[in-house]
Structure formats: C-alpha cells, structure tokens
C-alpha cells in the first residue's frame, strides 16, 4: 500500500523529513487502513515555525481578520463536514473500530462545536469597559489570541476532540500545531483539508502524525509554543503538561476519568424508571466498547434493587451485537488495538483475583462474520461485588467493564462517587428530584447528569475537578482558554504627576 502524506506544513502536505512511514490498522482485523507519514522532532520545528509566521504576519495575518470573516471560515467548515458526513463517518468507524452511526454522530458534534464558536465571537462586544472613577479615563478590558497553540487529542474520539481545540482556537485568531493519535490520525487529516478548503490561509493550522515521543515531547517543550493543549491518559498527559509548564506556556489538560453511576432503588420503583435506568446504565459503560472518558465504568446501585438491577443487565449485556462497526446491525465495535485489548483482559483478571464476581463477559468473543479472529474484540463484562481497594475500580480501563458497588445512605452514595482522585463526570438516578439536586450538588465531577447519562452541549463547559485536569474546553469558557485578556487603560486629558520635586 502506498503511503499517502498526512503532514501539513505552511498550507503544503509533505512526507517526513526523514521519510518514515507508519501502518494505521483496521481494528477489525488487524489489517492495514492506510501508511502515513511518521513526523519526528524536525517536521515539528518546521511546523511551529510556520505557525509562528503566520501568527506574527503583518496586517493581514490571521490574528488580525475581522472576527466575522473568522465567524464565516468556521461555519463554512460547518458546512463541509456535512457534506462529507458519510466519507468521515466510514472513516472513523474504521479507524477508531466504533460503528457507523456513532462516526454519523461524531461527526453532526463536531459540526455543531464549529457552529457555536462561530456565533460565540461573532456575537461578542468589543470589551468590557471598567468604570475608573474618572470621566477622563477610558478603560476597557480586551481578549487577544494566546498565540502558536500546541494541541495534542486522543484515539477514542479524534475528530470530536480536536473540533473541541481547533475551533475555539480559530475563533479567538490563534494558529496551530495539532498532533492526532498516532493510532487514528485518518479523520483529523480529513478536516484539515477541509479548514484549507473553507480557505484558511496557509501556515494557520498545521499538521504532524506520529508518536508521543518524539512529535508529542517537542510539541510540549518547544518555545515558539504559546499554548499546550492535551487530551489523553493521565501519565503522558502530566508528563507532556510538566514539559510544556517549564516553558510557561499556558495549559489545558484532558485527563479521563473514573465515572460514577449512582442509581437509588426509587428510581427502579415502576417498571418503565427500572428499564430506563438499566438501559442507561449500559449506555454509560458500553457505547464505544467503553472506550469513553466519562465512560460510566462504576454503578453504584442502592442494596435493596442491587440484585436484580444487576440480573437484568447482566442479561441485555450479554445480549449486545459485537462486531465490525461498519456491519448493519452491530451494537459495539472492536477495542482499538492489541495493547488495549490486553490492558482489557489484564483489568478483568485483577479484578477477579481480588474478590470480584463475573456476572457476564470476561472474555474474547467467539470468532464469526462479524467478529474476526485477528480483531481486537472483547465481551462487554459486568463485575459484581466490587470494592474501592480493588484496581479495576481506581484505574480508567477505558474497556467494556462495567464494577458495580453497593450502598446503604445517601451519605454513603455520595462518599462512593467521590472516592476517586479523578472528577470528569457522573451520574444521579432517583424519583425523588430533591434528592437528585442534593447528591449532584455534593458530587466533585465536572459533568453531573440527573436521570439521564453522555449527552453534553457544547455551550456548556467540559472538563474535570482533581486529576481529571486542568481548564475546561467548550462553552464560553472553552474559547477563553486560547485568549489572553489585556487591560487597556486611556487617559483622556494626560497631565503632569509632580511625583518628583525636580
């Protein structure tokens, strides 16, 4: 197969300096999806440095287009990403292994994520005035971009999270360096053809395939970098975040999450909240083989309704089609990769040797039609009698696991949900909507759902309290983290101080 160049350098698409090439496989079947070019710390110096020009261009630079001419660029990606929804949905599907309509789906967030920030600055004013106490001063308080923004996104939703840093980042007049996950670099190559076609000038987004070490570690350290983007695992995102903080760049860190499930039996008291809540709950922890950062990974189900909420969803997990994500009718695609599939099967096995009590799954699928022998399938898995000692509870897994832990109070609900060092996101199941308000108030999670789990908006703000990371992305907040403020203070009738007697 013939590699095809997916670095973007200064408007142009060209090998790696040093030639090499990678294989992106199909984790289907372990078959190769395409060869890329495989960037190493030259191509990422190159890629700053253009930029680095084209941020510190004269005039017609892109820091200073008028904010609707940067408003029209991001609605005409908008549009374009609709046109080309099946093309970029097939190829998430096949690179990442998720099905065909949650690539559709991908690819209808993204285009909204566009959208929203182009109205966002479109519909801005021109500053907050600050009153001086003076009518001679006028004083006002601007937003500027930060500058050459660094940005680094994972292999579970690639084109969703660089959509989540790439617009923001455009609205607010940065340029920028991204770096896809080497192991689903396909759609992010795909919309960055498109900014260039939306005619994006050249130099203003950039585009580097390849490893975490090299392309990633200078990305973080290089000093014509302005801004650190990451979204991935919390050791090389801490790693990355360290490297790029010693350079006082300024830093947004995505880091997972550990999710807590929490459902009280009032919520399973009629048979249509007890269906609801444990189709939910399967929703939480399966959608995408549970390769979500706000998988809801740990169900914490009140003792009374424990047994048989965990009876009936063991049975419908059992039940889930698995299979090629392009397949009709196939509910859960593959794992992403061997290495993923084996840290899977390693969290299973610990979880078990420490008391853990299968309830469904545990294993690799039988091979068929859809589940090819060399794919990285594994059974969705339901671990009952779980406790917060145990590995497979602490850590992310991102994998089909679904732990399950017990309480008595609401107090000790609460107590569960919050006994993890990470806070992206969580979940409330009750009847009673006081109670509801009340544990989601006292729940440390960025994202808190009542009767209902994984829909966000992208006016409001993503992102995680402890080691979930630092800064949040979407909403207003999600555009202030590529903008500097600066204060500018007028003064309308300048006179001497007399400070100084001489």
């Known amino acids: 197969m013939s590699p095809i160049e997916t670095i973007h350098i200064d408007g142009v698409w060209v090998p790696a300096v040093s030639g090499a090439t990678r294989e992106v496989l199909d984790p289907a079947d372990a078959t190769v999806l395409r060869v890329v070019s495989e960037a190493g710390a030259e191509d990422v110096d190159a890629a700053v440095a253009a930029a680095r020009r084209a941020f510190d261009g004269g005039a017609g630079a892109w820091p ?36 065909l309509e949650e690539g559709r789906i991908d690819v209808d967030d993204v285009t ?74 396909l759609s992010t190559v795909h919309l960055v053809r498109l900014l260039a076609e939306a005619g994006l000038p050249a130099g203003v987004a950039n585009l580097v395939t390849g490893a975490g070490v090299p392309v990633g570690q200078r990305l973080a350290e290089h000093p014509d970098v302005d801004l650190f983007s990451f979204t991935g695992g919390l050791l090389s995102g801490t790693k990355a975040g360290a490297a790029a903080v010693a350079g006082a760049k300024k830093i947004a860190l995505e880091l997972g999450g550990k999710n807590p499930n929490v459902v009280f039996a009032d919520a399973c008291a009629t048979p249509e909240g007890f269906d609801t809540a444990v189709d939910q709950a399967l929703n939480a922890a399966f959608v995408h083989s549970g390769q979500v950062c706000s998988a809801g990974a740990r169900l ?24 090629r994500g392009t397949a009709e009718g196939v509910e859960c695609g593959p794992l992403v990769s061997q290495q993923q599939l084996e840290k899977v099967e390693a969290y299973v096995d610990s979880a078990i040797a420490e008391g853990a009590r299968l309830r469904c799954g545990g294993s690799r699928p039988k091979p068929s039609e859809l589940r090819p022998a060399t794919g990285y399938f594994y059974a969705p898995t339901v671990l009952d009698e779980c406790h917060r000692e145990m590995k497979v509870v602490r850590e992310e897994t991102f994998g089909p696991i679904l732990t399950v832990e017990t309480f008595g109070t609401e ?19 009750s009847a009673d909507s006081a ?68």
């Open 112 to 185: 909204n994520a566009f959208r929203y920030f182009a109205d966002l600055v479109r519909n801005e004013s021109g500053g907050r005035v600050v009153d001086a106490g003076s009518a001679d001063v006028h004083s006002v308080v601007v937003h500027e971009p930060v500058g050459v923004c660094a940005m680094i996104t994972p292999w579970n939703y690639p084109l969703l999270q660089a959509s989540w840093k790439i617009a923001p980042a455009l609205a607010a007049g940065n340029t920028f360096v991204v770096k896809p996950s080497e192991v689903t670099p």
């Open 435 to 502: 109670r509801a308000r009340r544990v989601a108030a006292r729940l440390r999670h960025g994202t808190v759902w009542i009767n209902d789990y994984h829909p966000y908006l992208p006016q409001a703000e993503w992102g995680g309290f402890g080691k979930s990371g630092i800064g949040r992305e979407l909403g207003p907040t999600g555009l202030d983290e590529y903008r500097e403020t600066k204060h500018v203070y007028e003064n309308l009738r300048p006179q001497p101080v007399r400070w100084f007697s001489g």
């Open 300 to 323: 914490i189900i009140e003792a009374s309704v424990r047994e048989r909420f965990v009876a009936e969803l063991a049975r419908r997990a059992e039940r889930i089609k698995l299979g």
């Open 411 to 429: 107090d000790e609900a609460v107590a569960l949900a919050n006994d993890t060092e990470y806070g992206l996101a969580g979940a409330v199941w």
């Open 64 to 99: 200073r287009t008028p904010v609707t001419q940067r408003a029209a660029l991001l609605r005409r990606v908008a549009e374009l990403l609709q046109r080309d929804r099946e093309e970029i949905a097939l190829v998430e599907s096949r690179d990442t292994g998720k099905t």
